[in-house]
């Protein structure tokens, strides 16, 4: 015991080698996420406009924040764009999943083609985007020279519409996001229950409709946690294709945030625009990593 | 299926229908590249009497010269090359720096659990989930400090300290699938820490390692928050540079030169795309879909 007890450098060392490698990481944790979101909640509630200024106000930026037309709009935007994006993303990455679960020939071929889209940048995406979807020489050009002369489609530039244009290039890029994700949840189902239910005189359609797809629930689940935390951070695609506009008609509460805090100078309120953002990724991002680490630790 | 295999009528037209269905989106995720490749071959005279699929009747690689070597950006008449290498600049040492330190991160939280790691991992793990405009401002702030705001180094630092989060989740949720009986007997025989991070976990981490690097890649390659926010002119990644060429309001828009840069600026990325599709897959469904 008395041996046991004495103390040893080298023990010692060899114990606290693993905190100490993680110590910078810790530091930096601490400095650079959650340091910088409570200072970013300070300047929110400060009166810094160009300049940092940190007079405490309290809410006040808050108050101002929602009297500003363009948050409606940014927010109003938010709503519409990840309702469509999150919904048709779901419902066609499900189909194809579904049809690629066929025992398709060329099935590795047909994956890597929907999938390619998620390895391009947004930028990439919206540049060609933007170029289909121009009114001059795009879409509307090539339908017309078709032989439909009255063809008009010109929302990229049409300010009621513009935002429906970032949701048809966000569902290009993303949907093959989901397509695997649900793949993957029907590879893993068990094909024995498929074909008692065949042997009992249900169809296929009915199969996938009644048993198989309400079995995807975690998956469903998953899909609508990632897809809302792309749309709520989508930033680069409403730069590049649309610039916020016309006007700030698509804006959405990350192009306010970058133009208030970046390019107009008023800190404050980009400061608590980014917080309002920061509390509605927390508000679908926490309930989800509780019950997400609570049933892995009741497998 | 009904017995003996033979397929009715009603099962062979369901089968038509599901590859219609499929072959129908190839063309519309393909449409967008296909268009991109033959605009940036086209000249300026050809896209304005075609339309966007009409192939290119006297292909160029005009726009393509330009593009790389003499487009406009911003003040500079150098074309998307410079760019190109500041993004390379930033993604190679960003990646290799989180990578290592996540790996060595993933290691102690699974082997060499503490009190008080398994909270360190959840609030890590909350780390992945930011909007990152919620950092912006301290980050400009704090890089003015450190007198590394607009360079090259700075953004170096933020993709890897934003990146840590991730790395140290993969490798975590990586290692924690290698048995603790192979560390333990490993203790037992008197090997130490970096022995074991060295003899035994590394040589069978190459899947991981591979997720790791390209996530990482893909991630930081196609930042635009960042470099718009944290670099300046020069230093500026080549995803802020396709930005601004796209988004100039000069008088002649040149869609082919746009076209032909936004290609290059996509080629790493698809590179590593086409070329370990694998892994690609695995990183974006890690941590998303249980199991």
Known sequence: MSEAKRFNPLDYLERTLPKLVIAPSFMAMMVFIYGFILWTVYISMSKSTFLPNYDF????????????????????????????????????????????????RLEGVLRS????????????????????????????????????????????????MAIYTVVIAAVWQSTGFVMAMFLAGLRGF??????????????????????????????????????????IKSFDLVVVLTRGGPGYSTDLPATFMYAYAFTRGRLALGAASATMMFMMVMAIIIPYLYSELRSRSND | MTEGGQKTYAERLARAVVYVVLLLFVVYFLAPLFIMIITSIKPMSEIRTGTLISLPRSPTVEPWLKAWGSATIGVS?????????????????AVLISTLIGAVNGYVLSKWKFKGSDAFFAMLLLGCFIPFQ????????TLGLLGISGTTAGLVLVHTVYGLAFTTLFFRNFYVG????????????????????WKIMLPVSKPIIMVTIIWQTTQIWNDFLFGVCFSTGETQPVTVALNNLVNTSSAVKEYNVDMAAAIIAAIPTLFVYFAAGKYFVRGLTAGAVKG
């Open chain 2, 178 to 197: 290698i048995p603790d009986e192979l560390v333990n007997a490993a203790k037992i025989d008197g090997a130490g820490f970096w022995r074991i991070f």
């Open chain 2, 77 to 93: 008449n150098e074309g998307i090359k410079g760019f190109f290498v500041n993004s390379l600049k930033i993604t190679i040492p």
């Open chain 1, 113 to 160: 083609v929907y999938l390619y889209p998620l390895s391009l940048s947004f930028v990439v995406t919206g540049t060609a985007w933007r170029w289909m979807l121009n009114p001059g020489l795009g879409l509307e050009k090539l339908v017309r020279d078709l032989g439909w002369e009255s063809f008009k489609f010109d929302w990229l530039v049409n300010s009621e």
């Open chain 1, 57 to 104: 106000v309290g809410l006040i930026q808050y108050v101002k924040l929602w009297r500003i037309e363009r948050w409606y709009v940014a927010c109003k935007n938010l709503l519409i764009y990840g309702g469509l994006f999150i919904s048709v993303c779901i419902a066609l990455g499900l189909l194809l999943a579904i049809f690629l679960d066929q025992k398709i």
């Open chain 1, 190 to 231: 068990d094909s024995s229950i498929i074909k008692a239910a065949q042997v009992d005189g249900a169809s296929l359609p009915r199969i996938y409709w009644k048993i198989i797809i309400p079995s995807m629930r975690p998956v469903f689940f998953g899909a609508v946690i990632i897809l809302t935390h792309i749309a």
């Open chain 2, 134 to 141: 919620v950092i912006l401002l301290p980050m400009a702030r």
